[in-house]
């Protein structure tokens, strides 16, 4: 009875498909970190060329140095913990613990400061698409993006200092090592472990799994919606636009504002596309750090632990297909990346558009009404 009361809960599911999943974990995560850390080096290198220069572009790369940072520094932690559970002694001193322990709260914060400029290139977005002339004057510039930029990494990792004094460095019972790596180890053997006041660490968990993950999920979440009805909006209004060929607006920079903040619905989706992944992965982790804080230590233990690795995980595959969502979505950064990286297939193009802009030229040359304007006609044309 108790077992289908466990199974009930999902319990038996969660743990098994926690015990089949570990197995594959360390491979899979190290080969998105690497494919993470790679891609980013790639966004932060296209969107810092001078052409490529606006505010949305200065927030992503923002982003890209956090989730860089993400990558390579998770990646030092999964060789760490591969290599601690093939039994290598030294790594379970007391030294690389200490490594370990700033490893893993870094990690923290370079999420969370990419989660906070997610939430801020949402909001610059928003304000281009809904008052697209005021934010052309005000917002919707490259030093207020700049500025967003040094705030968010000032303040995330001023706000993250608790969670540097949740865990804490202790010795590990050599039997109990033993028992679950199945291998004898000699000497003092560290490891991680919470600091023994429940109150600390469940404010920690408390302010982390509500200020820090479920509220802005939320409001993400907001934005989002908003953002989607604001395209669907400027969609409309676009279409008026190019109809009425801008008879509303007054002033030539009202007309630039109104062209340049109106006429690019491919990048407004490929951001959406972000954002939506962004709140896929974090509206979920916020909901279990909100469980923790209420059910304690148990429920870490029977459910949110068994998840963890999978959660890592699918922020480290979110951290890491920006660079595919770019290429496929957004000419602009696939041009810039093809001339730098691969200058030959420029060469090509340029190439192809000026054999068919002389093939065009060849026919308007062929044309009566050229023939008309030049004051030459060829004999076909002569008597007509």
Request: with cysteine.
């Amino acid at each position: 009875m108790n077992d289908t009361l466990i199974c009930t809960y999902f319990e038996c599911y969660i743990h098994m498909f926690a015990m089949y999943y570990d197995e594959i974990h360390i491979p899979l995560s190290i080969s998105i970190c690497i494919f993470g850390a790679a891609s980013n080096v790639f966004n932060i290198i296209v969107l810092t060329r001078k052409r490529m220069r606006t505010p949305i572009n200065i927030l992503l790369t923002g982003l890209s140095i956090a989730q860089w940072l993400l990558a390579t520094n998770y990646f030092l932690y999964l060789l760490l913990e591969y290599y601690r559970y093939q039994c290598v002694q030294l790594l379970w001193s007391e030294a690389f613990t200490r490594y370990r322990f700033f490893n893993v709260n870094l990690n923290t914060v370079f999420h969370t400061i990419a989660f906070t400029t997610t939430i801020v290139v949402a909001v610059f977005r928003y304000c281009a698409l809904k008052f697209p002339i005021q934010a052309n004057r005000f917002i919707y510039k490259c030093q207020p993006a700049i500025a967003a930029n040094v705030i968010i990494w000032i303040i995330i990792p001023i706000i993250s200092l608790p969670l540097f004094f949740i865990s804490e460095v202790k010795i590990v019972a050599r039997d109990h090592v033993a028992y679950d790596l199945q291998c004898e180890m000699e000497g003092p053997l560290y490891d991680l472990s919470y600091q023994e006041s429940p109150l600390l660490v469940s404010a920690v968990f408390w302010a982390f799994g509500i200020v820090f993950k479920l509220l802005p999920s939320l409001i993400l979440s907001i934005l989002l919606i908003a953002l989607i009805r604001s395209l669907k909006s400027v969609e409309r209004r676009r279409k008026n636009w190019k109809r009425t060929q801008g008879a509303n607006i007054c002033t030539n920079s009202e007309r630039k504002a109104k062209r340049k903040l109106t006429t690019r619905p491919r990048t407004t989706r490929m951001l959406v596309i972000i954002l939506l992944l962004c709140v896929m992965v974090e509206l979920p982790m916020g909901i279990l750090n909100l469980c923790v804080a209420i059910y304690g230590e148990e429920f870490g233990n029977r459910y949110y632990d068994p998840v963890g690795n999978l959660m890592e995980m699918l922020t480290l595959l979110y951290s890491s297909v920006s660079f595919v969502l770019y290429c496929t979505m957004s000419n602009e950064y696939l041009s810039t990346f093809r001339a730098l990286f691969f200058p030959w297939t420029r060469k090509n193009s340029l190439r192809g558009t000026r054999r068919s802009w002389n093939h065009r030229h060849d026919d308007e040359t062929k044309s009566p009404r050229t023939f008309l304007i030049n004051r030459t006609a060829p004999s076909s044309y002569v008597g007509s």
